[in-house]
T-cell receptor
């Protein structure tokens, strides 16, 4: 079974702090996605990373795909209350090529 | 606003009721999905439809019955549910089931409570 382990599981920080969320697996993936799910809504795609070592920036969010394409990280600079939500990494895998979600990181940014 | 629309937003039903969840997308996507999500947990895949045919059933109990009447609509028929079935049910769509790297577009879900 292919697993995507995220850490930390929960994170509560003050506005303005920086944070990093990790997504790790023993499997190699051709691409990896990050989603954010805000309370009362469905997950929304933030980014797709494809190339090993790739770094993508989305305003205050920086995403990195590991060189071996087994892991990824999400770094948020100067977190804001609007960043609060459940962050999910996801990748396709298994015999049916279905989308496998990571274990999730619940982020709360206090004003 | 999400491009995948789910109705109803909330549903409370007894264990003997029959109800249906509905999902609609007009993006021309040919793959549609049902997920179950418990609080603070990742979504769990239930069913995948590809070109209106059921392609994946993740060993879901028969009290959940999916239906894809056409390429824009996806239903989930519910019957004789158990309290542990209370969860957020998410519908999603994507351009094609097998294209790597493409996003899935999610609706905002139906919050289901079983009494």
């Amino acid at each position: 079974t292919q697993l995507l382990e995220q850490s930390p599981q929960f994170l509560s920080i003050q506005e303005g702090e920086n944070l990093t969320v990790y997504c790790n697996s023993s499997s190699v993936f051709s691409s990896l996605q990050w989603y954010r799910q805000e309370p009362g809504e469905g997950p929304v795609l933030l980014v797709t990373v494809v190339t090993g070592g790739e770094v993508k920036k989305l305003k205050r969010l920086t995403f990195q795909f590991g060189d071996a394409r087994k892991d990824s990280s999400l770094h948020i600079t100067a977190a804001q209350p609007g960043d609060t939500g459940l962050y999910l990494c996801a990748a396709r895998g298994g015999a049916t090529n279905k989308l496998i979600f990571g274990t999730g990181t619940l982020l709360a940014v206090q004003p | 606003d999400t491009e995948v629309t789910q109705t109803p937003k909330h549903l409370v039903m007894g264990m003997t009721n029959k109800k249906s969840l509905k999902c609609e997308q007009h993006m021309g996507h040919r793959a549609m999905y049902w997920y179950k999500q418990k609080a603070k947990k990742p979504p769990e895949l239930m069913f995948v439809y590809s070109y209106e045919k059921l392609s994946i059933n993740e060993s879901v109990p028969s009290r959940f019955s999916p239906e894809c009447p056409n390429s824009s609509l996806l239903n989930l028929h519910l019957h004789a549910l158990q309290p542990e079935d209370s969860a957020l049910y998410l519908c999603a769509s994507s351009q094609d089931r097998d294209l790597t790297g493409q996003p899935q577009h999610f609706g905002d879900g139906t919050r289901l409570s079983i009494l």
